[in-house]
């Protein structure tokens, strides 16, 4: 019998959109939403019931910049733990590349929640201090998208 009292880690998938137009390049926003308000982003948001983990990177990728991605693949996991602001998620990283024969430049689908996507070099991405959580989680792990040949065309 679970006791519904208990709070339980949140998962996320935050998705590495990569484009062959802007080498060395992923999506970057900036939140809006009350957690992590003004800290750097990358499209994402909640596992829903039932979905695959590629799923949620398709459908949050398209909800939020209207765009689709081919080549979805898992890049990394965190756990990311702020208690004092309760603050516990696992966040899957899958990484896609912009599907150009489906898609044009991303654009802002949810201006409520995100001030707009940028392509930013993963070389020249702000200090951690300025990234959502998992975000600078994943910095910190050392985590590269990109292979050396990928980010030098």
């Known amino acids: 019998m679970s006791d519904k009292s208990v709070k339980r880690p949140g998962v ?71 208690l004092e602001e309760q603050y516990h998620y696992v966040t ?8 150009r024969k489906r898609s044009g430049e991303p654009e802002n689908l949810e201006p409520e929640k995100n001030e707009g996507w940028t392509w930013t070099r993963w070389d020249q991405f702000p200090p951690e201090q300025h990234l959502f959580l998992p975000l600078a989680d994943v910095r910190q792990q050392g985590f590269q998208p990109f292979t050396d040949t990928e980010a030098q065309h």
Do not use: Y
């Open 12 to 82: 996320g998938v935050g998705v590495l959109v990569t484009d062959s137009a802007h080498p060395g390049c992923v999506l970057l926003g900036k939140r809006r939403s009350a957690m992590g308000a003004g800290k750097h982003q990358l499209p994402g948001g909640h596992l829903e019931l039932g979905e695959t983990w590629e799923e949620c990177a398709h459908r949050e990728v398209l909800e939020e910049a209207g765009v689709h991605l081919v080549n979805v693949r898992f890049a990394s996991v965190v756990n990311s733990i702020r």
């Open 92 to 99: 899957i990283f899958m990484q896609g590349v912009l599907d």
